[in-house]
């Protein structure tokens, strides 16, 4: 299967359908069943003691699952997550932005399954592991 939709389009369908959010995050590298995007962490994303909070490290890994099969199938707004299961392994680092690291594990006509490694930046070892289902719409 090949690409769908590039970085850029991606990009413009996050500000089209998502303005809300869209510049929260920014898509770094789009491939074959995987993409990379990174959360720019402000103020509005840190909890008490001055980490990122547990629903900005979800919302990373949800949006970059949804992007990795936007990129696979084309824009399709209405992809919705059925499942989810994050681990929260280690303490962001303060001030810094989250990296997600999505690789497709399968995509089928209704299911696309993915999983994310979110890295603090700076740091090796990932901070959270997520996994994450999303149903596609029939055409």
């Known amino acids: 299967m090949s690409l769908k939709m590039t970085r850029d389009e991606l990009t ?6 998502f303005p809300q959010v869209a510049g929260d995050f920014a898509i770094e ?3 074959d069943m ?9 103020v509005r994303h840190l909890r008490p003691g001055g980490t990122v909070s547990g629903p900005s490290i979800f919302a ?10 936007l990129a696979m199938i084309g824009p399709e707004a209405l992809a ?4 989810c299961s994050i681990d929260f392994m280690r303490k962001p680092t303060a001030g810094v932005d989250l990296i997600a690291e999505c690789r497709l594990l399968k995509l089928g006509r209704v299911l696309s ?3 994310v490694l979110i890295f603090s930046e700076g740091l090796e070892a990932p901070v959270a592991r997520a996994s994450l289902t999303y149903a596609i719409p029939p055409k």
């Open 34 to 42: 995987r993409v990379r995007v990174r959360l720019l962490v402000g």
């Open 113 to 115: 399954v993915g999983e």
């Open 60 to 69: 990373l890994a949800d949006v970059t699952v949804y992007l990795a099969t």
């Open 80 to 83: 919705v997550t059925t499942n």
């Open 29 to 31: 590298e789009v491939g």
């Open 12 to 17: 413009r369908f996050l500000e089209q359908e």
